[in-house]
């Protein structure tokens, strides 16, 4: 293979893991903001949007999955659809999502090998990217190892696609179920 072709790969590596990851989280989001108006015509006083003339304009920029999160905790705290979203929101996998989309939409290419860590800057080199610090792409050395891992491999977008999936589908069925006993 020629220089040409791994470049060329590479770029096509690139694009599908920004799509991905950048349509994961949409889709995430848009649940989210979808359960918000739901929200909103259950209890418009605990979930408002509007006009300035009706005194409780949120801007719609504002509802976004915690926003939301927070409204359904002060409308059910205890249901099932309340509790499911917590947890994802407090998830693994909606954090590696996040952090990915966040890299790739600021045009981070990473390597092949992706490090995701905590708040701490990491060290990044050619086949590595761990989360925080880009001025060390030449390497570094004395940094904590980062506490999460994304490796390309043949499963990995498989994994994160399944985890979307089974999220936003039970999520929905628990706010159906919230809705239909909330009416």
């Known amino acids: ?3 040409n072709t791994d470049l060329s790969k590479r770029r096509e590596q690139n694009q599908i893991l920004f799509d991905f990851f950048s349509n994961a989280l949409a889709s995430f989001e848009s649940f989210c903001c979808g359960s918000y108006f739901v929200g909103a015509a259950l209890d ?4 408002p949007f509007g006009t300035p003339l009706s005194g409780t304009l949120t801007k719609l920029k504002r509802i976004y999955p915690k926003s939301t999160l927070e409204s359904y905790r002060a409308f059910a705290p205890t249901s099932a659809f309340t509790n499911h979203l917590r947890d994802c929101l407090d998830s693994d996998e909606y954090r590696l999502i996040d952090a990915m989309r966040n890299l790739l939409v600021h045009r981070v290419v990473p390597g092949r090998s992706i490090r995701l860590g905590g708040n701490i800057p990491h060290g990044i080199d050619l086949d590595q990217w761990w989360e925080g610090d880009v001025t060390r792409i030449y390497g570094g050395s004395g940094f904590p190892e980062p506490k999460r891992v994304f490796e390309l491999d043949v499963n990995c977008l498989v994994r994160q696609r399944d985890w979307i999936e089974n999220a936003v589908d039970g999520l929905s069925k ?4 919230l809705t239909v006993t909330s009416l």
Do not use: G, K, R, W
Request: aromatic share 10%; proline share 9%; no cysteine.
């Open 1 to 3: 293979m020629n220089a």
């Open 44 to 47: 418009p006083v605990l979930f």
């Open 174 to 177: 628990n706010l159906t179920e």
